[in-house]
Structures are given as C-alpha cells and as structure tokens.
C-alpha cells in the first residue's frame, strides 16, 4: 500500500511542476538555494535539529536571503519526533534603490512520521511532516537614507511535507551509494494572509543524491516554487545543494 501510495504521490508531483507553468501567465525567475541539515541525537528522546540555508535573487545575481533555524526534537516513537524550534530569517529588501536588511522571526512546531517500505527490491523511507510556524515579519521603512524595520506582523502558516528516498540500485540494506530524492511541500495561511489567500505556495522537488555513509548524505536537485502574490504569480525554478549529517 505505500508503494503505491509513494508512486500516486510521484504523479501528483511531476504533474503538478510541469502543468504549473502552463495554466496562467505568471513571473518566472530562476535561483540557487543550498541547504545543510544536521541533527544530533542527545539521547534516546531527544535530540537536535540545526538547518541554515541561503538562497539567490534572480539569476544568482545576489543573496536574497538566509534561514538560521535551530529546534529540539522529541522522539515520540522510533518512527515519529515532535519539534519544537524558532527561526531566523533575513532578507534583503529594497525601497527606492536603498538596499538593507529585514528580518523575519519564527516560532515552528512540528510533528514527523517517518515509514520505510519497498520499491522494486529498494529499501526506501517516506517523510511526512506537519510544520505551524507563527511569523513575525519585519517591515522594511526609509529612515535617514537607510534601510530600518518599521514594524512586525504577524501571521501563522501551516506547511505539509513529504519526501521520499528510494536507492537507485537494488540492496537489501540502503548504508551508501546513490539514490533518488522526490518530495513536495505545500503552504496554507490559517491567520493574516500577507497575500490576502489561503494558499501560499508549493514546492516541488527532484534530486539525485549520495548516501556517503549511514549518517551523512548529499544531493543536487531541481525545484519548482510556485507562489501566489496578492496581484500576481511567480514560478521560480531552484537549483538546490543539499547535504545531510545525522550523529
């Protein structure tokens, strides 16, 4: 049943990045992320969640952003861990071609399920993940000829995530060699909708990676961020660098 689950889940997916483009005229921009994830066990019910990412304006041009979001894990079960975790984002904003700035501060709580099954002789694992994060979002203002946070608002967003890895060459236990990432994630706004809707965006994804040992893995992938503004549509395409390390 989950491998069929995770082949529906891989139609939904494909279908969704290459339609996206498709239905509507919408802003395109192309940019790199790169990501590092690390997670440090503490003992058996608990452990540490660290990730920082940085991310481009279009065309690599620039840094738009960066995320610095520390957690703590709580091993409900083998299988399922509760996270509680705050988040430092920064983002360069500009106004009137002054360039600063802005922060956004996060609170996040999440719970994960985390399923292992079989595709054609590959011992692979599925990742669901249920994230609310309650948003402080700085906005920016002219002060001086200097970029400055005017203000916070708030809002609350809730995020589904899953992901699937599946080993490209049949083994009966996965410990190194290369394997296929998929995953998808989808944005909902539950309280003051910056862009006045409930959806948000969604994030499609398609990676080849290496597993160099049981704790620490690599990829490099494709992803289609498909967002919806107050007055517009952007579909941006990613190219993403991502390492995981799991002590």
């Given amino acids: 049943m989950l491998s069929k689950l995770f082949l529906l889940q891989s139609c939904m997916i494909f279908l969704f990045i290459f339609s996206v483009p498709l239905k509507a005229q919408t ?3 192309f940019t ?3 990501a590092a994830f690390f997670t440090y066990k503490i003992n058996p019910r608990f452990s540490i969640h660290f990730d920082g990412q940085a991310r481009s304006t279009d065309q690599l041009k620039d840094i738009q952003s960066f995320i610095i979001r520390p957690g703590l894990n709580y091993h409900i079960k ?7 975790g705050y988040a430092y984002i920064g983002n360069q904003r500009n106004i009137s071609a002054i360039h600063g700035w802005i922060p956004e501060h996060r609170i996040w709580e999440q719970f994960i399920i985390n399923q292992k099954f079989t595709v054609l002789n590959r011992p692979s694992t599925l990742q669901h993940h249920f994230r609310l994060e309650q948003r402080f ?3 920016p203002a002219v002060e001086q000829n200097e970029l ?3 203000r916070y608002d708030f809002a609350q967003r809730l995020r589904y995530f899953t992901r699937a890895i599946v080993p490209v060459s049949e083994t009966t236990s996965f410990t190194d060699g290369a394997f296929i990432a998929l995953q998808n994630e989808i944005f909902a706004h539950i309280q003051n909708a910056p862009n006045g809707k409930l959806f948000d965006q969604n994030r499609g994804y398609l990676a080849l990676g290496w597993r160099v040992n049981p704790k620490f893995d690599i990829e490099a992938g494709y992803m289609n961020q498909y967002s919806l503004g107050r007055n517009n549509k952007t579909v941006n395409n990613i190219i993403q660098v991502a390492a995981y390390l799991r002590l």
């Fill in 27 to 29: 802003q395109q921009t």
């Fill in 32 to 34: 790199g992320w790169s």
């Fill in 78 to 84: 083998n299988n399922m861990i509760a996270t509680l």
């Fill in 137 to 139: 979002m700085g906005q």
């Fill in 148 to 150: 400055v946070t005017d």
